[in-house]
């Protein structure tokens, strides 16, 4: 009944700090791009590229970007969130195997991408998809994944020399790991807590009375237990 699916989607997790830095195999490599290759796209229009990098300086200059702005971010914390945030890692850029920066050319398959006239974002919507197939490919063959999100986009496009018109959705840091963190990051630091299924259920109309889960979740035990970063 797919229950190792639901593993891999329960185990996943956005990995920080349990990187080792140990080499990843060509073929395994080539088999979670191929998967992140496969995802469904609008129009089938594959509007993803990947830049894998793994040079130290340029790895070095992102890391750089990305500590100013999380400088930037800190400082408009007080009190308790400061606190919290403070024992918070962000990023695994110097410490994983190799990154994967994935972009979004809205050119591809222009013009008349079929299925995008009326929803300008269904090909930004398909590269999450991408991302989404990388990650779980990634945590099926033991590997850990991290994104990336404190910096410029400008800046990354400047870095990695992507043209004006592709915009870059994703820094993934990407390598082997010492473990999986049982309970996510931000969980375990307290920043949020995770909202019931229950809560975020809708029945037929917006504003409907929250609908019970139960059965959903006891038909599938693995996600009852989360799936946030």
């Given amino acids: 009944m797919g229950v190792e699916l639901y593993e891999v989607i329960n185990r996943r997790r956005d990995v920080r700090g349990q990187f080792t830095g140990a080499p990843v195999p060509e073929e395994v490599l080539g088999r979670v791009l191929a998967?992140?290759?496969?995802?469904?796209?609008?129009?089938?229009?594959?509007?993803?590229?990947?830049?894998?990098v793994r040079d130290l300086g340029t790895r070095k200059a992102f890391y750089?970007?990305?500590?100013?702005?999380?400088?930037?971010?800190?400082?408009?914390?007080?009190?308790?969130?400061?606190?919290?945030?403070?024992?918070?890692?962000?990023d695994g850029i110097l410490e994983s195997t190799l990154s994967v920066?994935?972009?979004?050319?809205?050119?591809?398959?222009?013009?008349?991408?079929?299925?995008?006239?009326?929803?300008?974002?269904?090909?930004l919507y398909s590269v999450c998809l991408a991302i989404e197939n990388l990650w779980l490919a990634c945590t099926a063959e033991g590997l850990g994944l991290g994104w990336v999100s404190f910096y410029r986009e400008q800046v990354l496009q400047s870095l990695l020399g992507i043209p004006a018109h592709v915009r870059p959705v994703a820094w993934l840091c990407l390598g082997p790991?010492?473990?999986?963190?049982?309970?996510?990051?931000?969980?375990?630091?307290?920043?949020?807590?995770?909202i019931p299924l229950a809560q975020v259920l809708h029945q037929e109309r917006w504003g409907s009375e929250p609908v019970g889960s139960g059965g959903i979740e006891a038909e599938n035990p693995a996600l009852s237990e989360g799936t946030s970063v």
């Fill in 177 to 194: 790991v010492t473990h999986l963190e049982e309970v996510p990051d931000l969980e375990r630091h307290r920043w949020r807590e995770r």
């Fill in 35 to 52: 998967a992140a290759h496969a995802a469904p796209s609008v129009g089938l229009s594959q509007p993803w590229d990947f830049v894998l």
């Fill in 101 to 123: 920066v994935v972009t979004y050319d809205p050119t591809r398959g222009a013009p008349g991408v079929l299925g995008r006239h009326a929803i300008a974002d269904a090909g």
């Fill in 64 to 90: 750089d970007h990305v500590q100013a702005e999380r400088s930037q971010f800190a400082s408009s914390l007080e009190g308790e969130r400061a606190e919290r945030f403070s024992g918070i890692k962000i």
